[in-house]
């Protein structure tokens, strides 16, 4: 029985997306992990390189999904969750995302088995590129909490090093928290309860599912112990239509309009 779903959703890009999947079949075999792959791909052309790669995945037992339209994130993330099988953890990543010698998935999952009101787990991200206001090279530790307070969502990021660590039996340190990365380990019955807003079709979208889990039974907790890479130095040919202000402008106004709507929030604020 395969252990984890590793969860991808991908459209044109392609080196990031080799790379990142050439990644996570190195780490989980390395340690011995059984997995599968649960990858739904929206690119109008698919490449003979790409289409060589499905093959040899699908022959392997892993689940492709293709789309004949462009999908949101969130509801291709859906669909991929009822496609599962018997996998006790969903590994939820991004398509431009690289496992490591950094990166320590069996870490998340003792977490994780520790306590049994731990429902997701995340690491430290190491950036690749340019991008998100830091050096490349240089971890982005964006890990804090969320306050929702007279309809304004505190965003209230929080150096690692004050955080109140807690340990496992076998010492790996982990510590409680409402904003993680993207890269994060969830236990399958979180799913019973908590799926991605498909009306929020990418910005937002995270935000969104935190706050779910805020909400819920499940504690959220990040351990410094893993990292992941977060490639931005891979571009590809679309990555400036994503860019353009019009489309830019009907994410703001779609994710403002489902967060009044859902959650009473008006404005949401760093502090």
């Known amino acids: 029985m395969k252990k984890i779903a590793v969860l991808i959703k991908t459209h044109e890009r392609e080196k990031a997306f080799f790379t990142c999947i050439r990644s996570v079949q190195r780490h989980f075999s390395n340690h011995l992990i059984p997995f599968r792959f649960y990858i739904g791909d929206d690119s109008k052309v698919i490449s003979r390189k790409k289409e060589r790669l499905y093959k040899r995945l ?96 505190q965003k209230k990021i929080v150096p690692v090093q004050n955080f109140n660590f807690l340990k496992t039996d076998d010492g790996i340190n982990y510590a409680k928290c409402d904003l993680t990365r993207n890269f994060i380990l969830l236990r399958r019955e979180v799913f019973q309860d908590i799926k991605w807003e498909e009306k929020l079709t990418f910005q937002g979208e995270h935000v969104d599912f935190l706050l779910q889990l805020k909400y819920s039974k499940w504690d959220v907790v990040f351990t410094t112990e893993t990292i992941h890479s977060h490639r931005e130095d891979f571009k590809f040919k679309n990555d400036q239509t994503y860019r353009k202000k019009k489309k830019e402008k009907k994410k703001t106004k779609m994710f403002r309009e489902v967060f009044q709507e859902k959650w009473g929030i008006r404005k949401i604020r760093k502090i």
């Open 58 to 153: 699908l022959n392997k037992g892993h689940f492709i999904q293709r789309y004949s339209k462009t999908i949101a994130v969130t509801a291709a993330r859906n669909s991929l969750l009822d496609q599962l099988q018997g996998e006790s953890y969903i590994l939820r990543i991004d398509d431009d995302f690289e496992l490591t010698k950094e990166t320590n998935v069996p870490k998340m999952m003792k977490i994780i088995e520790y306590d049994n009101n731990i429902g997701a787990v995340t690491g430290l991200e190491r950036q690749i590129g340019d991008g998100k206001g830091i050096v490349s090279g240089e971890l982005n530790e964006w890990i804090g909490f969320l306050n929702v307070k007279s309809g304004v969502l």
